[in-house]
């Protein structure tokens, strides 16, 4: 969908639905949805008064660097969701967030390949929420508790019962404890809030951290470590002049849901635009998209070259240059960068055109002092010397996959073209499973983009595999005349040959995945990552189940 379609969605009006060029349909196969059917009762709220970030002087606040935490012993880590207030820019007044712990990213979590690690979440958050719920929205009614929440460990293999399923809420006052058995490869993962309906709000209000898990293979590239890695969480977020967060809504008392936006301000670890000082040498960056929409589209100012050397789920198979990267909601990154030719210099990584976080480098290091240093002098590691290749990462053949899957994404529109549900295969959540692969079971799945967004698909429990992207006639493929591909498939891009966990599928394409369904038997789920989309009603389950 265009940006100015997009922006147009504070006029939801109470005309009838379509799905995207198929009017009517929408009437037969979607019942019980949230939708305008009698006039738009408007927000009496004064509108508020927006701050405008780029109003601010960048650069005045250091980088946030979360707390690291390292679980040990029989006891589970002991994780409190709770109310906080933290000055996101020097001159802005504190904002209330919620947060999983007391700064506005929660604790970095260390983990080892493994080794079981298990986290009591405890909902020790307010009873009322601060942001506009949507009680029209499917599992969001009126008569639940208002505030609910339950922790999913993103990109992690975990039975299901305590992999945060989103109907496994729990109010304040209450808490669980989470078994995570982590037998899966070194990985960058998300920790982050699932409850229906409401991640969106909770994840807006704060409620997310990273988990980074480490192995013997990851181990023996002696990457950057210590305070040469550093993690970036990356989101954006729109600010009344009086620093407290705004959602956006419709304008609809009644149905507030928007189906996306771009907030104004960039924030990395909670503080918008900041700064972090830097030595002349290389450095590891651990990047995710933790937005709610917007996808980042990164690079270094004046075009300086980083090394992508891992994906979603874990290490490519080699260390892939780039120039730019395009993160979208939920992918991670993990990058190398050298500053080691920048002594004394303030260099700028930049989101678009804008320049979002400012590296200060330090001086160069005196002959003296590159002689004293021991082994980890900066030069050891520049990247001439980067092991080439690392392990490789076996493709799946293709000839494995014993079901294919087609999967539409789709999105119902009213009379005025704008957006009122997003789906796949035209099924809401809670229609019954229709995805049950057996365990153990390779499948082949592709999504069939019907509509004008880029949608980042994630799926619980699994790792998978990119295989290609086609284009396709649309127009054809909904007016039931076939499948016509318009050209050949592209291979996925170097740095997404990896294991991933969420692909981006562009629209008018298929974009095709493979992946093992390993681990456990029971009720997992794949969504849309755009957490306004997943919330309605772009998610649905799957189901692994016995392979008898
Ligand atoms: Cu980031 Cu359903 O997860
Ligand atoms: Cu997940
Ligand atoms: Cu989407």
């Known amino acids: 969908m265009s940006g100015s379609r997009r922006r147009f969605l504070q006029q939801v009006s109470a005309m009838g639905v379509a799905w995207g060029a198929r009017p009517g349909l929408l009437a037969q196969t979607m019942q019980g949805m949230a939708m305008p059917s009698g006039p738009v009762v408007r927000s009496d709220e004064p509108p508020r008064v927006m ?126 404890t989470c078994h995570y058995p982590l037998e899966q490869e070194s990985a960058t993962l998300w920790y982050h809030d699932h409850a229906m309906g409401l991640n969106r709000l909770n994840i807006y209000a704060g409620l997310q951290g990273m988990m980074l898990l480490r192995d013997e293979r990851e181990d023996s590239l002696h990457l950057p470590n210590g305070r040469y890695e550093i993690p970036l969480v990356l989101y954006d977020r729109n600010f009344s002049v009086d620093g407290q967060l705004y959602y956006p809504t419709s304008g609809d008392l009644e149905h507030p849901w928007v189906p996306e936006f771009d907030g104004d301000a960039i924030l990395i670890n909670g503080k918008i635009r900041p700064y972090v000082e830097v030595e002349p040498r290389l450095y590891r960056l651990r990047v995710l998209n933790g937005a709610n929409s917007r996808f980042f589209a990164l690079s270094m100012e004046k075009g300086q070259p980083f090394w992508q050397v891992g994906s979603d789920q874990g290490l490519l198979s080699a260390p892939v240059k780039l120039g730019y990267l395009n993160l979208a909601p939920a992918e991670r990154a993990d990058l190398l960068i050298d500053f080691s030719q920048a002594a004394g210099q303030h260099v700028h990584l930049k989101n678009g055109g804008l320049e979002i976080l400012q590296f200060r480098v330090g001086p160069a290091r005196t002959r003296a002092t590159r002689t004293a240093g021991v082994k980890d002098s900066g030069s050891s590691l520049l990247p001439v010397k980067f092991p080439a290749a690392f392990e490789p990462v076996v493709r799946t053949d293709v000839a494995t996959a014993t079901v294919t899957r087609t999967i539409t994404l789709d999105e119902a529109l009213n009379g005025r073209g704008d957006s009122m549900l997003m789906v796949l295969n035209r099924k809401r959540w809670m229609e019954p499973v229709t995805e049950k692969p057996k365990l153990n079971s390779t499948e082949i799945w592709e999504f069939v983009n019907l509509t004008e967004d880029t949608h980042p698909i994630h799926l619980h429990l699994v790792r998978f595999q990119v295989l290609d992207r086609r284009t396709f006639d649309v127009f054809a493929y909904r007016n039931a005349k076939g499948l016509r591909y318009l050209a050949a498939a592209m291979a996925p891009e170097p740095n997404e040959m990896g294991w991933k966990d969420t692909v981006q599928c562009p629209p008018g394409m298929i974009t095709r995945i493979i992946t093992k369904f390993e681990g456990y038997t029971g009720k997992y789920l794949y969504h849309c990552h755009i957490l306004e989309h997943e919330s309605n009603d772009m998610m649905r389950p799957f189901e692994v189940v016995d392979e008898a």
Not at 83 to 91: G, L, P, S, T
Not at 105 to 126: D, Q
Not at 147 to 164: C, N
């Open 51 to 176: 701050l405008h970030s780029l109003g601010l002087t960048p650069f005045v606040d250091a980088l946030p660097i979360p707390e690291r935490v390292t679980p040990v012993g029989p006891h589970p880590q002991r994780v409190v969701m709770r109310e906080i207030h933290a000055k996101v820019h020097r001159d802005v007044p504190p904002t209330r967030l919620w947060s999983y712990g007391s700064t506005p990213v929660g604790p970095l979590i260390e983990g080892r390949s493994g080794r079981a690690m298990r986290v009591e979440w405890v909902n020790s958050l307010p009873q009322k929420h601060f942001l506009p719920v949507d009680y029209s929205l499917h599992g969001c009614g009126r008569d639940l508790p208002e505030v609910r929440t339950v922790a999913h460990l993103h990109g992690a293999r975990v039975p299901t019962k305590d992999d945060g399923y989103p109907d496994d809420w729990y109010a304040p006052g209450n808490s669980r």
